[in-house]
Structure formats: structure tokens, C-alpha cells
């Protein structure tokens, strides 16, 4: 039996988050709190993986994650958000986060997301495949991945590299499925995981 501990401040969607994760995963414990101050003072063994909100009330889940490894040291921590924005991605990488779930994932996806974290070993990124395994980009691909961490639309980065909207799709599509990811914040997470951009 594997323990996922959820930590988000809106009951609604943990509770939903909760069952969704019961019926579609066998042999887990779904423990939930409301607030990583809650989540610090439980007694219980190191969870397998905490599903942490990004924003909570008082201590935010990105100050939360330094006090989670202290606590769990062995428990992976995935980030939960409805807000992708690079610099958020880069900070929690940074934090030791090991994946970045956006809370507009389909069920389908972000069981397979969890799955994975639950059962990868050594610990991988859900997002990026095994740490440390560096996907092949072509020059002009890396340029592409860098302008998207930096926030920029398709369109943006086609002004800025005199590149049509319609090829930098292509290359957005192309850099997706080789970090094996299914978005752009999710692309930005594993970029900073395997330091394909600073």
C-alpha cells in the first residue's frame, strides 16, 4: 500500500482529486489537508508522494517544499497548479519538486502522471522521463525551448526569430514529444529538470 498525501486549501476539488485517484489507482492510502501547517504537525509515516497546491493560504506550497523534505525526506513532491508560469516552474524545480501536474489535466492524464511518480524507481519526473536522460533538440528547437521558458507565445517567438507562427508550432509540437510531455508548462518543468535551459 502506497500513501499519497494531497495538500490543497479547496475541499472541492481535493475531495474530487481524492476519488478520482482512489478509483483509478490500486493499492493506494489518500490521506488530505487543508494547509501545509495541517500537513506539518500530522504524525504519520513519510508519504510516497505529496500532491502539493501551489498556492495555499498562509504558507504558500512553494515555502512549503523545503519544509516537506525536512519533515519526509524520502517523499516525492509534485506541484499541483492552475498558474504555469515559468518562473513558479523554475522555482519549485529548484525546491526539489519532481513534476508539475496543471490542475486542467484530463483524469486520464493525471493518472498516469501520478502513477508514475508512485511507481518509477529511481524517482522520475512524470513530466520528463527519467532525470538526467537529455532529450535530442536541433539548435533552432533549443532557441524555441528557451523563448517558451522565458513566457513567450507562438507568435511572440516568431517575431523575435523571423520565424512564422504556423513553423514555431512545429517546433513547439516537435520539442513536446521529445521531452515526452503534453504542455507547455509541462515542457518549461522538465526543460529546467534537465537543464536544457537556466
Known sequence: MKT????DDHALFRCGIAMM???GLEHVDILQTASLEETLSLQVAAPHLLLLDIRLQGLSGLEGITL???KWPTARIAMLSAF?????ISEAVERGALAFIAKTET????????GTLLNSNPPASAVSGEIGARPKLTPRQR???TLLCQG??????G???GLSEHTVRGHVQAILAALQVSSRSEAIFASHRLGLTL
Open 4 to 7: 499519497i498525501l494531497l495538500i
Open 152 to 157: 513567450l507565445s507562438n507568435k511572440a517567438i
Open 68 to 70: 516537506l523534505k525536512q
Open 107 to 114: 483524469p486520464e492524464r493525471l493518472l498516469l502522471q501520478v
Open 143 to 145: 532557441d524555441v525551448l
Open 84 to 88: 504555469d508560469l515559468p518562473a513558479t
Open 159 to 161: 517575431r523575435h526569430m
Open 21 to 23: 485517484l482512489s478509483a
